[in-house]
C-alpha cells in the first residue's frame, strides 16, 4: 500500500471468536454443499496466533473483530471475550454484538462505556428481526453514540426468515442517525444497499465477498458496478470475512483495484478511501 501512500489496511469485517465457537462455525462451512449447495473450504484454517500473523503480514494495520450470537444469552460473554482479545492484540480494535433479549441495552451501553468501536449484528444467523422491539433502545444507543454498526442483513448466500434490505430499513426509519455498514453490500440486492447509501447519510457498504471469483458465480455485481459507486466513495469500505473466506485475502483487493481502473472518477483517491480512509475513520483510529 506503499505506492498508494497508506500505513496499511483497515479491514471493518473480519471474525476472532473463541476458540470452541470458531470450530462450530467452520464445522458449519464444512457442511456448505449440505447448506449452500457448493463448498466453501475456510482459507485461512489456523491457530488464532497464526490468523493475526497473517493479517499482519497482508499489511493490515487495524481490523474489527467482529463476534455474534445464534442464540440467547451469548452476547454478553461474546463482549467480554472480544474485549480481552482486542485488549492483547494491538491491531485489534474493541467491538461488541447483541441479540434481542431483555438485557440487550444494558449489555450494549456497558461494551460502549468499555470502549467498543464496531458492533456486530447478524441477522441470517441470529434468525431475529431486526425491528425486535427488545433491541429499539439498543439501535437508539448505538445512533447517539456514533459506533458503527456491521449488520449482515442482505439475502445472501441464503434468504433468512428475517433478512432484505427493505427490514433493516425499516430499523433505519426509525433511528435515521444510525452509522450501520451493510455487510457484503446487502448481497445479492447491490442495488437495493446503495438506494438506502444515498437516502441515508450514515450508511455505508463494506465489500465483503464482493465481485470476487467465489461470490460472482451466485451474486454477480451490475456491469456498471464502478460508475454506481463513483458518487459513493466515501461510503464505501474494506471488509473481507477473514479469515473464513474459501480464496486468498488479495483477491478481495484485486476485485477493489478493478473497480478504481474500472472508472475514470475513481482511481487512486478511491482506493485510498476504501482501504484505510473511511473504515479508520468510522472507527476512530
Not at 76 to 105: C, D, H, K, Q, Y
Not at 119 to 138: N, S, T
Not at 148 to 175: A, K, Y
Not at 191 to 198: E, G, P, S, T, W
Amino acid at each position: 500500500m506503499a505506492e498508494l501512500g497508506l500505513p496499511g489496511l483497515v479491514d471493518l469485517h473480519t471474525h476472532f471468536l473463541p476458540e470452541r465457537v470458531l470450530h462450530k462455525v467452520w464445522a458449519f462451512f464444512d457442511l456448505a454443499e449440505e447448506h449452500y449447495g457448493m463448498a466453501w473450504p475456510v482459507r485461512y484454517r489456523y491457530p488464532e496466533e497464526t490468523r493475526v500473523r497473517i493479517l499482519r503480514e497482508l499489511g493490515v494495520r487495524t481490523f474489527a473483530p467482529l463476534v455474534y450470537p445464534h442464540k440467547p444469552d451469548m452476547a454478553a460473554w461474546l463482549n467480554g471475550w472480544v474485549r480481552e482479545f482486542a485488549a492483547s492484540t494491538p491491531e485489534a480494535v474493541p467491538t461488541a454484538t447483541m441479540f434481542p433479549e431483555p438485557g440487550a441495552p444494558d449489555y450494549l451501553a456497558e461494551a460502549l462505556r468499555e470502549g467498543a468501536r464496531c458492533v456486530k449484528v447478524h441477522v441470517q444467523v441470529g434468525a431475529f428481526d431486526p425491528r425486535d422491539e427488545q433491541l429499539d433502545r439498543a439501535w437508539g444507543l448505538l445512533a447517539e453514540a456514533g459506533v458503527p454498526v456491521v449488520v449482515h442483513c442482505g439475502n445472501g448466500p441464503r434468504p433468512g426468515q428475517h433478512t432484505g434490505l427493505d427490514i433493516f430499513e425499516r430499523v433505519l426509519r426509525s433511528h435515521p442517525r444510525l452509522t450501520a455498514v451493510l455487510a457484503h453490500a446487502g448481497m445479492p440486492d447491490y442495488a437495493a444497499a446503495l438506494d438506502l447509501v444515498r437516502r441515508y447519510p450514515r450508511v455505508h457498504v463494506d465489500t465483503t465477498m464482493v465481485g470476487v471469483g467465489f461470490s460472482e458465480r451466485f451474486a454477480p455485481l451490475p456491469q456498471d458496478w464502478p460508475g454506481r459507486i463513483a458518487d459513493l466513495q466515501d461510503r464505501v469500505v474494506l471488509g473481507t470475512d477473514y479469515p473464513n473466506i474459501p480464496y486468498p485475502y488479495a483477491e478481495q483487493l484485486s476485485a477493489i483495484i478493478g473497480w478504481a481502473d474500472g472508472d475514470e472518477r475513481l482511481g487512486d483517491g478511491f482506493l485510498r478511501r476504501v482501504l484505510h480512509d473511511t473504515p479508520a475513520r468510522l472507527l476512530s483510529e
